[in-house]
Each structure stands twice: as structure tokens, then as C-alpha cells.
């Protein structure tokens, strides 16, 4: 715990703290057990890391606290054909994974070696296309591993041009028109093809200029222009509120879904942009805390996989700050990669 909250700071500043329970409903417990197991981020009650025979070192013991933050094993990105070759039906791929923008990372501490689960101790279960890489260690956070617990914990910025996750892809930024067939929408004179859902407690509202409470919120669209309007979120007397802005439906395939978005005043909530098929709902990526008086441009490759039709959802919650509004504008979607 101590390695983690020290090699995870941000200019001297702490970003992961470890704390003993104090009747939290959430809390990590370690307990004896067999094997090493956690359950994968937070639970809403006793976690328990399990630290069993032959689990009893440092690296073990890291690896499983990341499980408890939120990671999952690094061979377990969707993207991982592209780096490793599988020979075991054990070693699972999920499909929900935040990659957070980050490049697959053979010395990742989340990393499995080359011969779990192997039967035959001669013969590879993960075999590293890349030659010369040594994967498995349980020694210390990689710089990776660093990276991805301060993007996740929001102790550094998100990287502008978008973030990755099993879904969602980063796409650079491009000032290029949107393709012919693209679904555009600058809120300038209705709401397009979005809207509120029945499904929430609050809605979004388009509005133009400064929003009404001081010192959050933009004071503009993203061009600067104080007479186009976005879409944005009070949270003036709507405290802990969730809205909801559902797209149009759309059939299963590769999108491009570009937007921006402005998270900016006290105890800001966060902004999850969300897949919902049927009664399923994916979480594709969430922004969350201060971001700054700046609008920020997404540009994101989403893979989304269904026979059926979805839809693309804008979920914001507007946190515990009396000043703490949250905006979006410009959404463009269009089918194929951005």
C-alpha cells in the first residue's frame, strides 16, 4: 500500500491514500484463502483480497490491490490479439475494459506470465508476439500501471484527443467537415435527434452565454460565440441529479462519435457516455472532476457489437456542488472508424 500511494503521487501531491475502515459500506478486507483472487473495483461492501499459500509477497499483494482499484489483468484487453497469441481457454478477454488511452504494456505488474495455467510447463499459454519481453513480473508498478492509476483517479488530465476502452478507441483530433451521412447536432436551433430520457431525475437544456451560476459552467459554445447554444446541466439546487440524453437508434457496427464537453465548477460531478442496448447498458468512458473554465474535444472509435439496434447516451450527474454546472456540444456520429 505504501509502494502504491508513493510512486502514484502527483507532484508531491497524494492521489491513491489507503486508509483503515471506518464503517464505510465499501472497504477492502485481506483474508486467507486459496489462491489470489479480488474481486475487480468497487463492490459496494467487504471486498476481499485473498491472499493465499505461495500469495505471501509484495508484487502478489500490489497486483491484487490494483484489482481492488479498478484494473483487470493486461491480457485481458480486447486489443491483445494484436500483442499476445492465447493458448489457453482460461486466460478470458472482457469486454468492458477502460484502457484509458495507454498502449499494451508487456511489463505490466497485472500482467499473467507466459506459462499460467499451463499444463505442460514446457508449452506457452501466452505467447508474447513481440520478441525479447518478459512478462509476469510481480515486482513494481510499471510506468504504465503509474499512468493508469492517476488517469483513472482523475490526479492528471485526461488526454484531449480521447481515451480507449473495450468499445471506444482514441481517434486524433481533426479539424476536417464530417463525412457525408454523418448525424450532426449543434443545438443551435432545436435538439436534433436527442433526447431527455423518462429515466433520470433532471434534464439537459439548451442555453446560450454564460450559464446562471457564477464561476462554473462555460460562458460560451466551444467557438467562443456567446449567441450559439450547447446543452448544459444547473446544478444550482440539483444536487446528487442525474440526466440522461439518449441518440437516435442505431444498428450494431463501427461509429465515430465526436463531441465536446465542459466540466467546470465545485465538487463537479462526472459525464459517462454510455451504450444502451435493449435493457443492457455499457459504460463506454466517464469524465469526472474540475476540469477548468476550457471545453475539451472527444473524438472516439466505438465498436459496438449487436445483432439489435442501440443507442448512444450522454449520462451526467451533477454532484454535490452548489456551483457545478457541466455542458456538451457539437455531437457528431458517423458510421465507420473517425
Known amino acids: 500500500m505504501s509502494e502504491i500511494e508513493t510512486r502514484t503521487k502527483v507532484n508531491g501531491k497524494t492521489c491513491i491514500h489507503f486508509k483503515p475502515h471506518a464503517g464505510e459500506a465499501g472497504y477492502v478486507k485481506f483474508v486467507t484463502g486459496t489462491g489470489c483472487h479480488t474481486p475487480v473495483g468497487y463492490i459496494g461492501r467487504e471486498s476481499d483480497v485473498t491472499i493465499g499459500h505461495g500469495c505471501e509477497r509484495k508484487g502478489t499483494v500490489m497486483h491484487e490491490l490494483l484489482h481492488a482499484l479498478g484494473f483487470w489483468h493486461e491480457q485481458s484487453r ?6 499476445v497469441t492465447i493458448h489457453s481457454e482460461n486466460i478470458q478477454k472482457v469486454g468492458y475494459i477502460d484502457m484509458l488511452g495507454q498502449p499494451y504494456d508487456y511489463g505490466s505488474i497485472m500482467h ?3 506459462y499460467a495455467f499451463a499444463i505442460d510447463r514446457t508449452k506457452m499459454t501466452i505467447e508474447p508476439k513481440q520478441h525479447g519481453v518478459t512478462i509476469g513480473q510481480r515486482i513494481a508498478l510499471s510506468p504504465t500501471d503509474v499512468k493508469e492509476i492517476q488517469l483513472l483517479y482523475d490526479c492528471i488530465p485526461p488526454d484531449h484527443s480521447g481515451t480507449t476502452s473495450a468499445f471506444v478507441t482514441s481517434a486524433p483530433i481533426t479539424t476536417q467537415a464530417p463525412p457525408s451521412g454523418s448525424d450532426v447536432c449543434t ?4 435538439m436534433c435527434h436527442w433526447r431527455n430520457s423518462n429515466a433520470d431525475t433532471m434534464q439537459w437544456t439548451r442555453h ?3 450559464t446562471p451560476s457564477s464561476s462554473t459552467g462555460p460562458t460560451s459554445d466551444h467557438t467562443n460565440n456567446p449567441n450559439n447554444y450547447y446543452l448544459y446541466l444547473e446544478a444550482s439546487g440539483h444536487t446528487n441529479k442525474v440526466a440522461k440524453l439518449d441518440s437516435k437508434a442505431f444498428a450494431g457496427g463501427d461509429y465515430c462519435v465526436d463531441f465536446y464537453y465542459n466540466l467546470h465548477g465545485v465538487n463537479i460531478g462526472s459525464l ?7 435493457t443492457t447498458i455499457y459504460h463506454l468512458k466517464t469524465w469526472s472532476g474540475e476540469h477548468g473554465e476550457h471545453w475539451y474535444h472527444q473524438r472516439l472509435n466505438a465498436h459496438i457489437h449487436t445483432t439489435g439496434t442501440f443507442k448512444f447516451e450522454f449520462e451526467g450527474h451533477t454532484g454535490g456542488g452548489y456551483h457545478a454546472d457541466m455542458a456538451i456540444d457539437d455531437i457528431v456520429i458517423h458510421p465507420g472508424n473517425c
Not at 443545438?187 to 432545436?190: A, G, H, T, V
Open 208 to 210: 446560450k452565454g454564460p
Open 187 to 190: 443545438f443551435q436551433s432545436n
Open 112 to 114: 499473467y506470465s507466459a
Open 272 to 278: 459517462t457516455l454510455n451504450v444502451v442496448a435493449g
Open 78 to 83: 480486447t486489443d491483445r490479439d494484436n500483442y
